[in-house]
C-alpha cells in the first residue's frame, strides 16, 4: 500500500469523465488498498480515483464508527469500495455543508438528494446495491460526481455558500471532509 498524491481543484485531471472498470484483478485490488491507505492518511471520508490521478470508475468511503452517549459502539466503522457505480433512484433534497481533499481548507452548502439507491461492482467485478440515506447517501453522491469532472463547487448555488475553514459560519457545523 501506497500514500498518493491528492490532486487539487485546478488540476485539470479532475475535470475529466473517468473510464469504466473492466479488468478485475491485482491492479485493480493494489488501487484500492492504495485509495484507502491515502484516505486514512488525509483523514477523509471518500476518495475517487481521480483524485490521486487515476481516470477510472472507482471510489471508496470510510463511514465513521458511531458511539452513544455514554460512549459505547453503535455502528463499527464500515468501508465501501464501489466501482462502475450508477444511480438507480435519488429522492428528497437537502443541503449539507461538505469539504473536499481535493479542496483543502474550504467548505460550502451543497443541495444532494436525502436518499438514493446505487448500483456497483465490487473489487471482483460482482454486481453490489446499496440504499443510503443521510450522510452515507451525501458521500456516494459527491464522490461519484468526481468520476464525472465534477467538484462541489461546481454544485453551489451562490458564491457566499463557499468559505475557508478560517471563517467557519456556525460554530455548530461539523463540516465534512469528503
Known sequence: MAIRLILTAENPLLRHKSKK???????????????????VEAEGLGLAAPQIGVLQRVFVIIMPAEYDD??????????????????????????????????????????????????????????????????FAHALQHEYDHLDGVLYLDRLERPENVWSIQNEPDEDSEPLTI
Do not use: W
Open 70 to 135: 455514554e460512549g459505547r459502539l453503535v455502528t463499527p466503522e464500515e468501508r465501501y469500495t464501489l466501482v462502475n457505480p450508477e444511480f438507480i433512484r435519488m429522492r428528497g433534497e437537502a443541503e449539507m455543508i461538505e469539504g473536499c481533499l481535493s479542496v483543502p481548507g474550504f467548505r460550502g452548502k451543497v443541495k444532494r438528494s436525502t436518499e438514493v439507491t446505487i448500483k456497483a461492482q465490487d473489487i471482483h467485478g460482482k454486481p453490489i446495491r446499496y440504499r443510503a440515506d443521510g450522510l
Open 21 to 39: 472498470v473492466t479488468r478485475f484483478g491485482d491492479a485493480l485490488r493494489l488501487l484500492v488498498d492504495d485509495m484507502y491507505a491515502t484516505l
